[in-house]
Each structure stands twice: as C-alpha cells, then as structure tokens.
C-alpha cells in the first residue's frame, strides 16, 4: 500500500535541511516565474489595450471580442498547454501563448469598464471645452478609468502566477517544478515549498500592485471610497 | 454675437422635436436667461450654440460666422461652458480644472499659474484650494470652480446651464449676486439656463420663455415680461405676485422721491407742525443738516426740538435697493414710509402710494 500524501507529511514532517539546501534553486525559480508571469501580464495588457480599443472605438465589435475571450478563459489549462504542443512544442512561445490568453478577458473588460465608467457629465464638459476625441480618450477618460485597469491588472497577475506553477509541466520552469517534483517523489517539503512562494509572489505582486494603483490616481488618495 | 435661425432639432426616435423652430438673436454683451419647465429643450438650444448637439434644421451664427463652418473643438474653445452637473474633471486639481482650456490653447505655465490665480480671487474662493481635488469641495465651491474654468480663456461668449442649480437657496443667492457683479466687469454675452423663474427675473437683461417642446412663448425684458406677459402659459409660469416681482426689479433710485414731513432739528414747532399738515401726517422727521436724526409724534412737539429724543426709523435703504424692499420697509415701519439715504445723506421718502404706482405703470 502506498501511502497517501497527508500520511506522508504526518511521517516526514517538513525537511528543513532540504529547504535551506534549495535556497538558490528557490532564487532560479523565482526569476523564472517572474518572467514567465511579467511577460504574461505585460504582452496581455498590450494586446487587452489594443482590442479595449477597437471595442471602444467600434463598439459593435465589444461583444464578439468579449464573447472570444471569456471561451478562451473557460479552456483549462492543461487542455490548451496539450493542445498546442503539437503545434508549438514545449517551448516559452506555447506557455505564454496559453498565459496571455488568460489575461485578456480580465483586462479586456476592465479596461472598457473603466473608460464607460467615467461620468458622463465629465466627457460632456471635456468636449464642451473643446476636447478633441483622443485628447479626450488619453488625457481625460484613460486617468480616470486607471483605477479599474489596475483593479484588472492586479486579478489578472494574480491569476496568471497561480498558471504559471502548470507551466513547469511543460519545461518552463517556475514554482510549478518543486510541485511537480514533489508529487512524483512524493516530498512533502517540496510541494509545501512550491505551493508557499507561489502564494507569497503572489500576494507581494498584489501589493504593489494597489500601490501602484495609489501612485496612478492620487485624487482617490484623499477621497474615502 | 449669437443668432438663431429657425432652428429644430428632433431627436431620433421622438415624434415631436424637442426645440421647434427657434429664432433668437442676441447682442454683444447681452445676458440671455433661457428658462421654461423641464424638458422644454433648454440644454438642448444651450448645446446647439456650442455644437455639442447638431440642429436638424436651422442656421446658428456665432461672433459672424455660421457654427458649422468652424471645427467643432475650436468653436468650443471660444465659448465659456458650465453643463448642467458642473462635470469637473475628478482627477485633476482645482488650479488644473481652472487651467483647462488655456493649457489646450497652449499658454505658456506662468500665464496659465497668473491666469488661474487672478480668477480664483474673481470667484471669491481661497486660493489654499488650488491644489484639491473636486471631491474634496463642497457644492458651492464646485460652483464657483465651474464658472472660473469657462471664464478661463476669456471667451466673449458665455454658456452656463443652471450653474447654481446644486446648492441651497441661500448660496445660490449668493452665487447670483457674484455673478452679476462679475458679469458687470466683464460684459460677456451670457446664455443662462435655469428653470426658476426667479433666477431668470433677477439675472437676465431679456429672458427667453420656452414651453415644452421647444416652443418660444415670450423673449423680451423681465419688466416687459411682468408687466405684459404674452400668453396663458407665459403668466402661469410666472406665477403669482406678478406686482411683487416687478417691484423686484426697480431700485428706489428710479423713482422720484418726497421731500416727506421733514424739518431741520433747529426750526420752530410752528415749522414742524406745518410740514405735519401739508402732508398729513401725525409725525415729523428731524434733519441735522443733510443727516436724518430720525422721527417723532406731533403730540410730543413742545418747547425745542432739539430736546426732543427722536425714533430711528427701522429702515433705511440706499437708492441701489429694489422697490420690494421699500415695500417692505414701509410695511414694518410704524411711519408707513421708507426713507431713502445714500451715503448718510437724506435723499427723500416714498409710501404705499409711490410704490403701488410704480406697479400700474
Ligand atoms: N440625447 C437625447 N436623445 C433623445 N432625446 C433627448 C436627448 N436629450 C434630450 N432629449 C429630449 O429632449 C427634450 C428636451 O430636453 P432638454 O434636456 O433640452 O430639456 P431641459 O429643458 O434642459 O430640461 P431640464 O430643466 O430638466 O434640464 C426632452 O424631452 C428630452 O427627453
Ligand atoms: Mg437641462
């Protein structure tokens, strides 16, 4: 009978020794995932900013492009990483095509959430003083909509490095590796170790993140909301 | 400076327009009070001029020029705006709201920093303001930032859509008064929309009546308005006190006064009691020179008057004051007139009589 894992952590308990051994291969890991996850985000936002534009500009085409994205949300991960191996092997191109994927639902609609989400009253009065449309779109509307786009590019970092732990199946390294290890080894240490820096990445990235929220948009600063 | 050409403008989806075949002109430095129930389309003829809606007939003509052969944006940087809900932007500080339309006319800062400051002081706000944010100010002072930021650019044309209608009626008396005061500095061409037909009396130099569905019932003077309104709905909408409100609009200074029963202090009783009798009266006012020291019952004449103590009158209003004030003043006097005072000097006294003629005329 082999046992099972939670009977494996009440034997082994937590391998100290294991984990101050990994500490550099913790680092490695670390700037793996962050990249994985950056690049993720930052390519994400680009593209979200991108169609969040044509939806704003086009608005017929909002629904279509939200319809696409939130199919592409509901695939599970494994599914689309195996998916596309066949076609792009176990490269970075496959883990960040499928990453990126993920994130633009989340941006897509916030970014044109936050735009629609600015008073009316203040868009009349912009082209009543005589705004011109992108004036207007970059230097009144994007400002006041960058509390919801942060409130977006926060859900959907956060989401994206809790992806990323699958994307080591896929030889991308990252967290996912110890977790990975640890379950084929059955280490609970590992696991514990995968699962716990996971978390933590992400909940600094959220941090700053709000913090960065603050920074953008200091008249919310002062205004309990 | 601004003409209406038979101008309408039917809503997609609406049956019947929401402004129907208006013609306004307006001259330089005229101050235009659009006023009419709600819905009767005056945010829409207000949107018009600035093009912010587009008529679906009709001709506008801004300073000369057709409004539809100037680029939308730059027609609107010439024309002072205050919409309806203010709409400050929530992200910038007041002096940035306030710089708006400078910045996008590409002032240099220092000009724009002086620009801001010179009109902060005009809108009677603390200049320790500058640098908050729209939300950390109250409804009156959003006001006020709402008329400095159309003032901004110093456009010769001024549109302001009931830009006092968020405070409470004492500030927004308050506000008026400024407004007037600032209006006689800077003798824009003002069309003002408001839905209280008091605001309208008060401000307006002639006031556009507009029933609903963008009909014009009367455009002329406020007193032309009181004294001759042009339809049913148009004495309706005035409503009652119609005398009280055309009292409202003339100042003391516009009527011709009575000496009244006035001696100087230093006469003789005989020469007080004659002024009693060739007005009738049952009291006399004592002079001190050009200085009135007051009144006191002819039974009381005796001896000196200057060993008189005499009553102060309970009010005295200067010749800026409206008739309804006067009216007022005679009503809470126990002499049952109002006397007239400018700088300490005794200008006349008018009664009941006066002032009910003035409403007859
Ligand atoms: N964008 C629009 N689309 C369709 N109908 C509109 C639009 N704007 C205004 N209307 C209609 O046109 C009419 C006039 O509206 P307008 O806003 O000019 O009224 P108003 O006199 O300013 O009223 P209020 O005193 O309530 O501000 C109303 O019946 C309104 O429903
Ligand atoms: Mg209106």
Redesign the interface.
Known sequence: MTPTLAQAAAEVGIDWGWVFGHVDEMWERTVEHVTLTGVAVVVGFILAVALSLVAIRWRATYKPITWFTGVLYTIPSLGLFAFMVPFTGLTLLTAEIGLILYTLLILVRNIVAGIDGV?A??V?????????SR?LLWR?EV??AMPVIIAGVRIATVTTIGLVTVTSLIGQGGYGVFIERGISRRFLTEILVGTVLSVSLAVLFDFLLVRVGRWV?P?TR??AV | MISLVDVTKVFPGMDHPAVDGLSLDIAAGEFVVLVGPSGCGKTTTLKMINRIIEPSSGEIWVDGVAATETPAFELRRGIGYVIQQIGLFPHRTIAENIGTVPELLGWDRPRIAERIEDLVVRVGLDPAMLGRYPSELSGGQQQRVGVARALAADPPVLLLDEPFGAVDPIVRFQLQEEFLRLQEELSKTVVFVTHDIDEALRMGDRIAILNVGGILEQFDTPENILSGPASEFVADFIGGERGLKRLGLRTVGSVDLTRGPVVDVRSDVETARDAMAQYGTEWVALLDGDRLLGWVWGEDLDGQLTDLEPHSFWVELDPESTLRKALNAVVMTRSRVAVVVEDGIYRGMLGLETIAGEVDQ
């Open positions: 008073p009253n203040v009349e009065a912009a082209r009543g003083m005589g705004y011109q004036e009144i400002p006041l948009a008249w002062k205004t």
